[in-house]
T-cell receptor, first 115, second 112 residues
Framework: DAGITQSPRHKVTETGTPVTLRCHQT?????MYWYRQDPGHGLRLIHY???????DKGEVSDGYSVSRSKTEDFLLTLESATSSQTSVYFC??????????????FGPGTRLLVL | SQQGEEDPQALSIQEGENATMNCSYK?????LQWYRQNSGRGLVHLILIRSNEREKHSGRLRVTLDTSKKSSSLLITASRAADTASYFCATDPGGGADGLTFGKGTHLIIQP
């Protein structure tokens, strides 16, 4: 699992409340990612990070923000949760091999239910 | 939008049979990867095939890549009950670590 943990693993919240999900890695990987997984959509990239304080938007970034103040932690924040953000959220790290081949390793996921 | 599309969406076979899943993609790639996801778990990397490779093996897994058709197949030989999972292809356009683009997956069920 490449030393990746996510917290919380499960969360139920109400519409309009802020929510922060945490991804923690122990192996000093530079690249980190947040995905959401929904039935019929597969995994979709929300935000990613190239390093401390260096982040960029993915395919479905609206309604989400991220922060990376330390190499080991990548935080995903839903500023005002909506029911459409009910999903399973996965964090991933990336290893880029010589030649530019990128392989990703995933955390266990966080199940978020927005009522 | 999804880059990879797996086919079929679901597949059920008997233990011991071979399972074949297909993936089609739309744009040029640096490599294509296959991942497995057991129920309630994160994705696990299985195998990577570079754009200049046509076939690759890893244990009971065989992956082919046809860049002219923009398609790939994953073959699992001598299937086992433990192979029951969802399988996803992911494409890497190359050029760094911008992230992979995943398909919607094939759900494979191995009947004992």
């Amino acid at each position: 699992d490449a030393g990746i943990t996510q917290s919380p693993r499960h969360k139920v919240t109400e519409t309009g409340t802020p929510v922060t999900l945490r991804c923690h890695q122990t192996e000093n990987h530079r690249y980190m990612y947040w995905y959401r997984q929904d039935p019929g959509h597969g995994l979709r990239l929300i935000h990613y990070s190239y390093g401390v304080k260096d982040t960029d938007k993915g395919e479905v970034s609206d309604g989400y923000s991220v922060s990376r103040s330390k190499t080991e932690d990548f935080l995903l924040t839903l500023e005002s949760a909506t029911s459409s953000q009910t999903s399973v959220y996965f964090c991933a790290i990336s290893e880029v091999r010589p030649g530019g081949q990128e392989t990703q390793y995933f955390g266990p996921g966080t199940r978020l239910l927005v009522l | 939008s999804q880059q990879g599309e797996e086919d079929p969406q679901a597949l059920s076979i008997q233990e011991g049979e071979n399972a074949t899943m297909n993936c089609s993609y739309k744009t040029s790639i640096n490599n294509l990867q296959w991942y497995r996801q057991n129920s309630g778990r994160g994705l696990v990397h299985l195998i990577l095939i570079r754009s200049n490779e046509r076939e690759k093996h890893s244990g009971r897994l065989r992956v082919t890549l046809d860049t002219s058709k923009k398609s790939s197949s994953l073959l699992i030989t001598a299937s086992r009950a433990a192979d029951t999972a969802s399988y996803f292809c992911a494409t890497d356009p190359g050029g760094g670590a911008d992230g992979l683009t995943f398909g919607k997956g094939t759900h494979l069920i191995i009947q004992p």
